[in-house]
């Protein structure tokens, strides 16, 4: 038991026993190694604090093991040389799904032959049917002329287009409309005739199934006939020839992401349609994914010239420290373009084999089969990059606090010493100074050597 009793063995394991004030060595050398220490403290703790707050992002690749999703495709894409009215969308998978002419959240603008998009007049369509519906009488029922009906608006074909949609669900070519009513009432042959120098935007978003497939921009109507996918592209190759037709085009926008991306108000990301390039997202902003065919110009090639592009889609899931994980797809590209022309085949009499060539304008000659347009293929990869928000935790920071402080101190607590003992050693070895400044010590006073002691320490 210790002199002062059982207090007095519990004071015993103190490790931060303290001196009494008078018997304290306080020096210059000291007071300037305090501050360093205290600096140096400061800032090493400012940027552990910045190191701790930081917002780290790490990188890992998965198994996309997502079931059932649709993606949407986001285009912008503009053909100089290609009408509207011409122009077709569909969609094909390798599920058999097959959707012919899409129209769902697709625009087709009309552009001029400069480029300046053709605003049609205000109140025109309504008042061209009010005149036709009075001009035909209220039980007025237009012949489909052989063609499939409609299921509305009682099996009857009531406009020039109804009866082109008539034939297309038949399988028949719409070749010659100067002979059915409702063509020459709408005067749609000189309608036509009229937009034959025009181009197409077409900008807007597709739905597709998250499975290997294709869809494509490509003239005339679409059908399909015995399982066979088939384009009437009578008009397009008759005119061309006149009009100088082709698929050359410019891509201000493509880009891949979930359903909600391109929402207005979606929190993943906005959209803007015709009359500026679509935005990306602020997540593929902020993830720095390229669209790789953004700004792309397919080069104006003859009539009969099909572009294709064939994309690797990868899914891209992001998972922020607070709140739900938000996801986008991003992808890669190559094209090829093949010339469908028959005379592309032969070269001084002789069959030329396949070549290939990307982003270069060599053309690729394939034979015969194929379709004029812009064939935009992809495949969808097995794998999920997913990136992930991480901070470090608040007992890495504290430990590295106690790291700095104890570990500055020490260093300081070291050097500091080393410094005193040089001095006294440089006072005692200065010709009998050594005696006189161990009794100034032990005393407490007097000079000598140009140094004082005051309180046992030497000044």
């Known amino acids: ?75 912008d894409i503009e053909f100089p040389r290609v009408p509207c009215y011409l122009m077709s969308v569909d969609v094909m998978d390798i599920s058999g799904e097959h959707v012919e002419d899409v129209k769902h959240d697709l625009k087709r603008h009309r552009l ?23 001009q035909r009488g209220s039980g007025y029922c237009g012949s489909c002329y052989g063609g499939e009906p409609p299921k509305e608006d009682g099996g009857c ?22 002979h059915i009513e409702q063509c020459i ?33 490509s003239p005339g109507r679409s059908f399909s006939r015995n399982n066979i996918h088939t384009h009437d ?17 410019i891509i201000h926008a493509f880009s891949f992401g979930a359903e909600d ?19 990306s997202g602020p997540l593929k902003t902020k993830l720095d994914i390229k669209e790789p065919l953004a700004g792309y110009r397919g080069k104006k090639q003859s009539a009969s010239t099909m572009y294709q592009y064939f994309t690797k889609v990868v899914a891209t899931e992001y998972r922020p420290l607070k709140g739900k994980p938000m996801s986008t797809f991003q992808y890669s590209a190559t094209d090829y373009i093949r ?6 085949n032969y070269i001084h009499g002789k069959t030329t084999g396949d070549t290939a060539a990307t982003h270069s304008p060599q053309q690729v000659q394939h034979g015969f089969q194929g379709l004029p ?33 104890g570990g500055v101190l020490t260093l300081a607590g070291l050097l500091d010493a080393a410094i005193w003992h040089y001095r006294v050693r440089m006072s005692a070895g200065g010709g009998g100074g050594g005696v006189g400044a161990h009794s100034m010590m032990a005393n407490g006073y007097g000079s000598g050597y140009g140094m004082t002691a005051r309180g046992g320490k030497l000044i």
């Open 1 to 75: 038991m210790g002199r002062n009793g059982p207090l007095g063995s519990f004071r015993a394991l103190d490790a931060f026993a303290r001196p009494l004030e008078d018997v304290r060595i306080r020096s210059a050398s000291g007071a300037l190694l305090t501050l360093v220490s205290f600096l140096i403290i400061l800032s090493l703790t400012l940027s552990s604090w910045v190191e701790y707050r930081r917002v780290n992002l790490d990188h890992s690749l998965e198994v996309d093991k997502s079931r059932g999703e649709k993606l949407v495709v986001n285009v």
């Open 112 to 134: 001029d032959f400069e480029g300046g998009e053709v605003h049609e007049a205000m109140g025109g369509l309504k008042g061209e049917a009010d005149r036709l519906a009075a």
């Open 157 to 178: 074909c009531q406009t020039c287009e109804s009866v082109r949609e008539a034939y297309s669900r038949k399988g028949w070519t719409f070749e010659d409309p100067d």
């Open 185 to 217: 009432q709408e005067g749609w042959t000189e309608k036509i005739k009229a937009q034959n120098k025009e181009g197409c935007r077409v900008s807007g978003q597709i739905h597709i199934n998250k499975v290997i497939g294709n869809f494509h921009l």
């Open 233 to 249: 592209v009578v008009h397009y190759l008759k005119d061309s020839q006149e009009q100088q037709h082709d698929f050359g085009h």
């Open 261 to 279: 991306e391109f929402d207005d108000h979606s929190a993943v990301g906005k959209h803007r349609l015709f009359g500026s390039m679509a935005e």
């Open 339 to 344: 010339d469908l022309s028959p005379a592309a």
């Open 373 to 405: 347009g812009v064939f935009f293929n992809y495949e969808i990869s097995p794998l999920r990059t997913v990136h992930t928000e991480w901070r470090l935790p608040f007992s890495r920071f504290l430990s590295q606090l106690c790291s700095i402080v």
